[in-house]
């Protein structure tokens, strides 16, 4: 999954039901879910940032455009790719007619007419049937009509088409003007051929048509032989078939016009007089309840009711430009799209409510951590934000404002209740998950800026590095007091990290060394590591006994940090594999060369570790082979710099790189190259892309799964073993019949430890809820050890999808009442599986919890209701029947 970004650019769209919403999100698609509060990316990728998406009107099939023009065809049912093509060009915008059978394109000045593909298999899906001419400027939107027999396209040349998707013969292509600015928008009325048509300067033109769709006369037809003739000789003189191609005309003569459907202006309107909100930057339409949208520079919407134009209430919902608007098919809600800050907003118009208000950092998300049920996210960023993101909703539901500049180091205490942050502002600061309250604030003797943060297992103590003074600060959490200042190392903190097991500290430094220090020891120093390099991270195992170190030479080392004694080395360089940027005038193999890892992490049982650094892959390595297990390439959107491995030919003039060329603006001092060590590139540039990196990697405690921060957002990938057959211990007689068989034979046990062997997951449940509760202690108590961590394991993944909750707790509990002492002995293997049940069963406890409290509620009010109207009752009847009006409030009560 992708979190962390929820809107890049391009256009919303929300799916006939009108329940979901299709978000472009840089080179992937992220489909919002507002009836069940839930966000999943697709898992198809284009190869640059996505531009525009056309959705059909039956919402299966969607086809996605990105900057050059490369577009697929995507199944949202089946979720995949279809077909890919690729137009040639950039294209402005695609829209499917209403009918489904066919769409159009616009790119340059033309607007390209392709049958739609059908449901059957064909060898192209993008047949192209008619191209039209008209627009002397680029084209920039598309309208149908309710029947799909006519569509409207607006230009940039401030004028409008109405084009026939056939030829009929009372309508010739000529084009409406009354604009002073580009067009951004136009509509038809429903089931009308009258439009309305909207500017950049926010004018609104009200066009009436003095023919009804019904009153579109069909051409004559003409000789089909000679026709296609003619276009078979057409085709062998071009490189791409063009299809039909039909010419409008921008002033045609009274005689063609004579007979023939006419527009007329009837109104025309101004959506606000002040200069500074006059830039329109949007608009959408809702014909069924004639809601007109429209979306400013500056922030603002108005909503009017056409054809009166009778303004219904104007808003500002930021203070970025609204780059898309999308009305949903009841026009309840309205999605807003602000590619500035990356914010996507969905407002119900009529309870003047927000149904979803999401927004990503803005700019590089730069550290993360889980909280130790595996349940949540936190993030910060560059842009001084502190935000926490569901895992299971993919939403973020609380955002910290209070750092002044960018935070670099992010952390949960062990309760998962306090999320602390350091910043380059001089602060650490700690925040309650309860209340939604900075709760403390650290700061230095004199100010520094925070580089690194690390907490020790109670939560207690808070040590913080600092980049300016060499020095480590640490605090108390219950008193908000500095206890000491750590001096010893000679170059900035770059990494600190607690033993989980014990008060020790872990400092790495620029200084080429890594210092172990006891917090409960007045000696201070209790090893000092030496390195060959400067030290970049440093991250302890999770049981406490190992030590890696990732050093500038792009080595990772592992040591017994008791004996002081380095275990292991990986040669990781190699493996980093940086791509080769823009302005790069060396390879990408000898940039790789001084590159490191930047950013460490242990897996939750300890046997891997997770690196990545200034690249587009993060590696994962086995500990004790030292070998590389996997690669896991992150992006593969070319929108991004330090992508591309080798040169592009087809960006090399014989002046240079196209990129150099752009970049240096025609300038006398020649082509301006960025200063070493710029992260983002100079902002001044006409363009400029973002450089790919990762800048932190972590392991959910519940072992199953892995998140990093990237240019891209906040990449989730978790083990789906679902459709994977991994067998265990599998011998001859285990099948699934012969499973059926024994679990009919009331032979449970066995039965579960057959269906283990197998390993399908259907298959184990449905032999475990074929054990009936009476007999659970039973066979809990005859299950063989190995097979209990294995049924625990299964339970947690349950217990995210099954109904039967209290069945399935009932098993866990005499797992762990029976089993517990055993499986204490080996507590730090089994901490993600524990870890994982934990949150499983955690969040519905927090489901459960709130459904009683608001039943008990219910209840209290009507048990109250029903005394009150009891007293009035026995007020007004006679002495003699209030022992009656007793027995009956008893009988409510």
Request: glycine share 6%.
């Amino acid at each position: 999954g992708l979190l962390g970004t929820v809107y890049r650019r391009g256009n919303l769209s929300f799916t006939p039901d009108g329940n979901s919403l299709l978000s472009p999100v840089g080179n992937r698609i992220s489909l919002f879910d507002l009836k069940n509060n839930k966000c999943e990316t697709l898992p198809l990728a284009t190869r640059l940032n996505i531009v525009c998406v056309g959705l059909s009107p039956d919402g299966s099939l969607a086809i996605l455009v990105d900057e050059e023009g490369a577009a697929l065809l995507v199944s949202l049912i089946g979720k995949c790719v279809i077909h890919k093509f690729y137009f040639h060009k950039p294209v402005h915008s695609v829209s499917f007619s209403p009918d489904g059978k066919k769409f159009v394109v616009t790119k340059d000045n033309l607007a390209y007419l392709y049958h739609a593909p059908g449901k059957k298999r064909e060898f192209n899906a993008f047949v192209l049937d008619k191209t039209y001419y008209g627009p002397y400027d680029e084209t920039t939107c598309i309208d149908w009509t309710d029947d799909s027999k006519c569509f409207a396209v607006g230009s940039k040349d401030m004028s409008t088409w109405v084009f026939g998707a056939e030829r009929w013969a009372n309508l010739i292509y000529y084009s409406l003007g009354g604009h002073k600015d580009v067009i951004v928008a136009c509509f038809f009325e429903e089931n009308s051929l009258d439009l309305y048509t909207i500017s950049q300067d926010a004018a609104l033109c009200v066009w009436q048509c003095d023919t009804e769709l019904d009153g579109l006369k069909p051409m004559p037809p003409k000789d089909a032989a000679k026709e296609e003739k003619a276009a078979e000789d057409d085709e062998e003189l071009l490189e791409e078939p063009k299809g039909e191609e039909i010419h409008g005309k921008a002033d045609p003569s009274e005689q063609e016009t004579r007979n023939k459907v006419k527009y007329s202006r009837v109104a025309k309107y101004f959506f606000n007089k002040e200069g500074d909100f006059n830039n329109l930057t949007a608009a959408a339409y809702h014909k069924k309840t004639h809601l007109l949208v429209t979306g400013f520079a500056s922030g603002i919407f108005h909503l009017h009711e056409l054809p009166d134009f009778n303004l219904i209430h104007s808003l500002s919902i930021s203070d970025q430009r609204i780059a898309s608007i999308a009305i949903n098919c009841t026009g309840d809600w309205i999605a807003f799209g602000c590619s500035g800050l990356g914010q996507l907003l969905v407002w119900e118009w009529q309870s003047e409510s927000y149904v979803l208000k999401q927004q990503g950092h803005f700019n590089s998300m730069v550290s993360l951590a889980y909280s130790p049920d595996g349940q949540y996210i936190v993030t910060g960023g560059e842009d001084g934000k502190v935000k926490v993101w569901n895992t299971s909703s993919s939403f973020c539901f609380v955002t910290f404002t209070e750092h002044n500049s960018g935070v670099t180091a992010v952390t949960f205490t062990s309760t998962g209740y306090v999320v602390l942050s350091a910043s380059l502002d001089g602060t650490v600061r700690a925040f309650d998950l309860h209340r939604y309250r900075n709760f403390r604030t650290f700061t230095s003797p004199r100010p520094s800026q925070f580089s690194c943060l690390a907490v020790d297992s109670s939560g207690e103590i808070v040590a913080a590095g600092s980049q300016d003074s060499f020095e480590i600060f640490i605090w108390s959490m219950q008193s908000g007091r500095l206890l000491d200042v750590l001096a010893g190392h000679e170059g900035p903190i770059s990494s600190l990290s607690f033993n989980p097991m014990k008060c020790v500290l872990a400092s790495a430094s620029w200084d080429k060394t890594v210092k172990l220090w006891d917090m409960l020891d007045s000696w201070r120093t209790k090893e000092t590591l030496i390195m060959n390099s400067d030290v970049l991270v440093v991250a302890f195992r999770p049981d406490g006994k190992e030590l890696a170190v990732a050093a500038l030479n792009g080595q990772i080392t592992f040591w017994d940090h008791e004996n002081a004694a380095q275990t292991g080395s990986i040669e990781g360089r190699h493996d980093l594999q940086m791509g080769r940027k823009e302005l790069d005038k060396i390879t990408a193999k000898q940039a790789a060369k001084g590159k490191s890892f930047t950013t460490l992490c242990y897996s939750a049982d300890g046997q891997s570790i997770l690196a990545g650094g200034l690249s587009k892959f993060v590696c994962i390595y086995n500990v004790k082979e030292q070998i590389l297990m996997k690669k896991f390439e992150i992006s593969c959107n070319y929108s991004l710099d330090a992508m591309e491995e080798y040169l592009d030919r087809r960006k090399m003039t014989e002046f240079g790189s196209m990129a150099l060329i752009d970049e240096g603006g025609g300038g006398d001092e020649g082509v301006a190259i960025p200063l070493p060590g710029v992260k983002r590139g100079d902002m001044s540039y006409r363009h400029f892309k973002p450089e790919i990196r990762v800048t932190c990697v972590r392991f959910c405690p519940t072992g199953r799964s892995w998140a990093a921060t990237t240019t891209e957002g906040l990449l989730l990938y978790s083990l789906d073993s679902g459709l994977i057959f991994d067998p265990f211990e599998l011998d001859i007689d285990v099948t699934p019949s012969n499973i059926h068989k024994t679990l009919s034979q009331k032979e449970y046990t066995m039965a579960i430890v057959m269906a283990f062997k197998l390993n399908e997951k259907k298959l184990i449940q449905e032999v475990i809820e074929a054990v009936p509760s009476s007999e659970v202690d039973v066979v809990c108590s005859s299950l063989p050890d190995l097979y209990v961590e294995k049924l625990l394991e299964f339970l947690a993944s349950a217990f995210e999808t099954s109904c039967h909750l209290e069945f399935y707790l009932i098993w866990a509990h005499k797992l762990l009442m029976l089993h517990g002492q055993k499986l204490k002995t080996r507590s730090v293997k089994l901490l993600p599986v524990i870890q994982f049940l934990q949150k499983s069963i955690q969040r519905h406890f927090e489901d459960v919890s709130k459904l009683c409290e608001w039943n008990i509620y219910n209840i209290k009010y009507a048990l109250a209701i029903s005394q009150q109207r009891g007293m009035k009752r026995a007020a007004e009847e006679t002495p003699g029947d209030e022992e009656e009006l007793d027995s009956d409030s008893d009988y409510l009560m």
